[in-house]
């Protein structure tokens, strides 16, 4: 299978990435006077390394965007394609004579996803945004009470869409076989984080508090804790066989068969006992204790910066 990727940033190139990696040939195209937006972001140079990361399983092909030879090139490239995915504006859609009725007059047996944020909406919209709008920023902060309050780690939203692109395209290009009209369609950031929520974080769970589950620290089975020399333990021992070697390997046996899983000041508790314990050894001490031991008890870090 062969795609076409004319995005940028991050929900796009990332879906094109996996699809890649899945052995389909991805060729990027890009404007060689107005390159990705995450290689001009020098205030993080994190933005240029995932950049790089994205476009690794790629062919990279820089043309003009203005040059009419060039944009008649990507359209005779497109021609053998099997899928276009799209999020560039209108304007430049019309530079490279991508526009619907002229997709519509072009080709045939192709398909074209295009990149949205929400249907009739276009807004523009970062990962904090979609998520304060989605109400998953809601099981970040429920219960805080921080004057500032860091974002989450990572981009879940823009991570959200990424998959939902990529199975967007997989499925438009199956729909698209044996049909001549090339099918575009158009597939939605709002959608992708929609359908995310309804899963992970259903209306029945967004009023709860404490707004803690397993996966954000309510049980002390399932946490990170300090090292003396400013590691963590990272440990998950959740099912009761981990966690009783867990308590046998970390010296903690006077800790009950329960209290992996317990709640409320109990939870508390526990935590405090299992820290006072990870905080006498250093992350290579306990790396010692757990190597090949199955008990979902891993090492992070230290890390020290200059």
Known sequence: MKIIDLTWRLPGPLATYF????????????????????????????????????QQPKELRLIDF????????????????????????????AKLGLQEHEIAEEFSGICF??????????????????????????????????????????????MFFSYHIAITVLATAMRQKGEQAPIQNWCY???????????????????????????NGRFPCYNMYRTRDGGYLAVAAVEPKFWSRFRELAGLEDLGD??????????????ERILARIRQRTADEWREIFHGENTCVDLVGPYHTN
């Not at 030879?69 to 430049?92: G, K």
């Not at 959608?191 to 508090?209: F, G, I, K, M």
């Not at 329960?258 to 709640?263: A, C, E, I, R, S």
């Open 19 to 54: 699809l890649a990696r899945q052995g389909m040939q991805v060729i990027k195209y890009e404007d060689v006077h107005h390159r990705d937006p995450f290689l001009k972001w020098s205030w993080d140079p994190a933005f240029e390394a995932v950049y790089h990361a994205f």
């Open 66 to 93: 203005n040059a009419p030879d060039d944009a008649a090139a990507l359209r005779a490239e497109i021609a053998t394609a099997d899928a276009v995915v799209m999020s560039f504006p209108q304007r430049v859609e």
């Open 113 to 158: 996803t295009r990149l949205g944020f929400r249907p009739g909406d276009d807004h523009s919209a970062h990962d904090l945004n979609t998520m304060a709008q989605s109400h998953l920023l809601k099981m970040h902060i429920l219960d805080r009470t921080d004057d500032i309050i860091a974002p989450p780690f990572l981009p879940v939203t823009g």
């Open 189 to 215: 950031l709002q959608d992708a984080v929609d359908h995310a929520q309804e899963a992970y974080y259903p209306d029945t769970l967004q009023e709860r508090t404490p707004a803690t589950f397993l996966h």
């Open 258 to 271: 329960d209290d992996g899983l317990v709640d409320g000041p109990r939870a508390v508790q526990v935590k």
